[in-house]
């Protein structure tokens, strides 16, 4: 099963880990999420936004979630041992309820992950700085009609060389979206849905985005970064790298 979900990993760019915490701990947090919003769960008339975001989250329910033995193994797994950091708390969250109106961020992007110093906008290199992986937790059900995140299957293989001209500073996210968007326009798509306690474990570089929700059950979920402890490399002497590093070299080589 490690090397399925390796190899899974290295091609498609994500894995669907189904139950990677209780489903009992997905309800406590789906409830303090809705607290958050102050909307009534019955009411929909009190849902007032297409998209209702919610800062991070550090209550036990959030901790127990993201600290599951599944999921650690997978991050060593798939990031190697002591190459990540733990983590306590989960964000951001974007909640995302049935509306009329359109979101205003359901562009195809990857997630930046550092503020290089004396910037303002935040920045990806081709090293993946500090973030390791995208995360997506589910708190509730989502299926194709609840509007899950949008994924382009292998898209972490066209985005190194886009990467690669930036060299270490890299690019900010606005100035990267268009072009990991025509880079991977070519890949098929997949669809984040599941049930609550599954969790997604995507490479940096997976080319994913939002989309409207013209369905009936708001879809709970966050999308934390695992951080690195230690800066990925992509030249080891002794070659032990890890699946993520492994991928931005294959997505170099592909592109040569």
């Not at 919003?37 to 959030?62: H, L, N």
């Not at 609840?146 to 985005?159: E, K, Q």
């Amino acid at each position: 099963m490690d090397d399925e979900l390796v190899e899974r990993f290295l091609s498609d760019g994500f894995v669907k880990l189904e139950g990677a915490f209780p489903p009992r701990v997905a309800e406590h947090c789906a409830r303090l999420l809705w607290r958050e919003t102050g909307y009534d769960p019955e009411d929909p008339a009190t849902w007032k936004d297409p998209v209702f975001w919610v800062s991070d989250m550090a209550q036990g329910p959030f901790a127990a979630a993201v600290n599951s033995c599944a999921l650690h193994e997978a991050f060593d797994l798939l990031v190697g041992e002591d190459r990540w950091q733990s983590r306590y708390s989960l964000g951001s969250f974007p909640l995302r309820f049935p509306h009329e109106e359109e979101p205003d961020d359901a562009g195809w992007h990857i997630e930046a992950s550092y503020l290089p110093e004396g910037g303002s906008t935040y920045h990806t290199n081709l090293r993946s700085k500090d973030r390791a992986l995208l995360m997506l937790f589910l708190f509730t059900e989502v299926t194709e009609a609840d509007a899950p995140t949008r994924i382009r299957v292998g898209s972490h293989l066209d985005v190194p060389p886009v990467l690669e001209p930036y060299g270490e500073h890299g690019a900010p996210f606005l100035e990267l979206g268009p072009k990991v968007a025509e880079a991977s326009a070519h890949r098929p798509l997949a669809h984040a849905t599941g049930s609550p306690g599954d969790v997604y474990l995507c490479h940096p570089f997976l080319v994913h985005a939002a989309q409207p929700h013209h369905g009936t059950h708001p879809r709970f979920m966050a999308q934390p970064p695992l951080m690195s402890a230690v800066p990925h490399e992509l030249d080891r002497p002794d070659g032990t790298y890890s699946p993520v590093e492994y991928a931005i070299r294959r997505g170099l080589v592909q592109q040569s």
